[in-house]
């Protein structure tokens, strides 16, 4: 049996201050940590902002990384974070994930770019959800707009997944992905959803908080709309992998009558 507690941190960054958010990111997994938590999900860009405009090389720079792993191993907490990178010449919308050790496990660049904002900075990627064993539980992680597609979601959770963390920057008017997607991804898949959410206003952008929590049998925990908050679900491997003997969607598909999917438009 496994049991571990995921803990989503919902914030709004401090830009252009990449040692303040880190800080501030520090503290935020030391309260995590203290309350009980053993992984922590940050929301999309949570070191620079989402809606800041271009991003400077100090924001983007590799070295964030092992920051992150710093972090993770001086709290013993692991570590989803939402981060831009610049990498092979190309800046990336990304999701990193860090063991308690401080480990990287991986690093998954978003595949679906929102509106003018990502396509105007951030290159698309190509490799799919990362999803990786972190001290006993299998994690799987994408980015806000791709978790509004089933199938990516689907191919987390065929390989394995039993957490799905979510950095986002959803903004008004859609809250109902926080409502109504979000839980309806955990039940349609089987696993926990943890979808970590800005506050507040950025630009031209006001998000609309409510990071929520989302368990596989319909469960949620969801923050405040306006509000820094951190807010905290128990994963139980056992309970989860009876739920999929109940509920067998995975087991009950039908891939052979799915060939249009992979066709174009």
Known sequence: MARAA???????????????????????????RARGATILVTPELSLTGYDIGALTDDDTDPELLTDLSRIAHNTG?????????RQDHQTWNCSAIVDRTGDLRGVYRKMHLFGDLDRSRFCS???????????GITVGTLICYDIEFPEPARLAAL????????PTANMTPWHFINEHVIPVRAFENQFYVAYANHHGTEGGTTYVGSSTIAAPEGATVRAGEDDEA????????????Q???????LIDR???LYDRLSQEN
């Open 6 to 32: 995921v803990a989503v941190w919902q914030m709004a960054p401090t830009v252009g201050n990449r040692r303040a958010n880190l800080a501030r990111l520090a503290g935020a997994a030391g309260t995590a």
């Open 77 to 85: 907490l692991a570590l989803v974070v939402g981060l831009a990178l």
């Open 125 to 135: 990627g190509t490799d799919g959800p990362l999803v990786v064993d972190v001290d």
């Open 159 to 166: 390989a394995g997944a039993q957490l799905l963390a979510i």
């Open 230 to 241: 951190l807010i905290l679900m128990t994963i139980d491997t056992d309970d989860l992998a």
């Open 243 to 249: 739920r999929r003997r109940e509920a067998t969607y």
């Open 254 to 256: 039908r891939p052979e």
